[in-house]
């Protein structure tokens, strides 16, 4: 009789769900610890170009080798994605979570392009410590936010192993400051968008290397070296629809673009990230 009862509440539950519209969640379940191995955090000092980053590893449980997502963060990046990691490591994956050169404490000078490097410095680190930390280096994603998008892609066509990068709502750098043409106004339009004390350079220093190098700056030419990468760019707005385009054009592996009703950090919409997120993994 029992049992009959609980069917009963289980299907009434799961109508009133259906009805609410409360189907699309996702339940982060407890892990049953390895107890040789068992789920944990290990704090990370990964070194780069002379520097140390700190960072950690949500190491999966169990005794082998994990696929591993780097989590790349935006500018400054108080957005960090923490609860996609707790997710994507129940899912049996390590996380990389690390402040590039020169951010939030790290060593080292900050700069658009020393974060490419960083990336494919911490790659590096993975290679080295594959056994101690249990990643699988045939198996490494990238996932980046904002500034870290624009990163994302950009470290990506360094590093041949790695063939999945997830770019959440990309910062077009150069597309944003393409009609500055002085030093004076590229500084004024990047003020506009706020000076950091957690990054140890300033506005000038960080800016102006876009005037000297714009081609480096520019995805939209990008697409050729990005042509064996399988690709998800997702944003917020349609302000990327023609890089999206340009990268989708020269695509030979796998390319997704979607745009999502929501804010730059996706606020409304972590659920449906996360269910993302995972597929985009699982493939």
């Known amino acids: 009789m ?10 009434l539950i799961c109508n009133f769900c259906l009805a609410q519209g409360l189907t699309d969640t996702i339940v982060l379940r407890d892990i049953e610890w390895d107890k040789t191995s068992p789920a944990t955090l290990i704090e990370l000092q990964i070194p780069s170009n002379g520097s140390l980053m700190q960072g950690f590893i949500y190491k999966a449980n169990g005794g082998q080798k994990h696929p591993t997502l780097l989590l790349l963060h935006g500018y400054p990046g108080n957005e960090r994605n923490l609860d996609l990691a ?19 404490g790290s060593q080292g000078k900050f700069s658009f392009e020393n974060c490419v490097q960083d990336v494919v410095n911490v790659v590096g680190f993975c290679k080295k410590y594959q056994d101690s930390l249990q990643i699988d280096t045939t198996n490494i994603v990238l996932f980046g936010h904002s500034m870290g998008g624009w990163v994302c892609l950009k470290s990506v066509q360094q ?6 990068a997830f770019a959440l709502s990309t910062w077009d750098i150069y597309g944003d400051l393409k009609n500055a043409h002085s030093e004076a106004e590229i ?13 140890n350079s ?5 800016f102006t290397p876009i005037l000297k190098d714009p081609r480096y700056y520019d995805l939209m030419d990008d697409g050729k070296a990005l042509a064996d990468k399988n690709i998800i760019m997702l944003d917020e707005h349609t302000s990327n629809k023609m890089l999206a385009d340009a990268i989708r054009k020269e695509n030979k592996a796998s390319f997704d673009y979607q745009v999502w009703q929501t804010d730059h950090p996706f606020s409304n919409k972590r659920v449906a990230l996360a269910r993302l997120v995972l597929s985009f993994l699982d493939k």
């Open 2 to 11: 029992k049992s009959y009862l609980a069917i009963i509440l289980a299907l």
């Open 202 to 206: 300033s506005v000038k220093e960080i």
């Open 86 to 104: 707790q997710l994507v490591r129940n899912h049996g994956w390590n996380v990389i979570y690390f402040n590039y050169r020169g951010a939030w």
């Open 159 to 164: 590093l041949p192993g790695i063939k999945k």
């Open 187 to 199: 500084i004024k339009l990047a003020r506009a968008g706020g000076e950091y004390f957690v990054l």
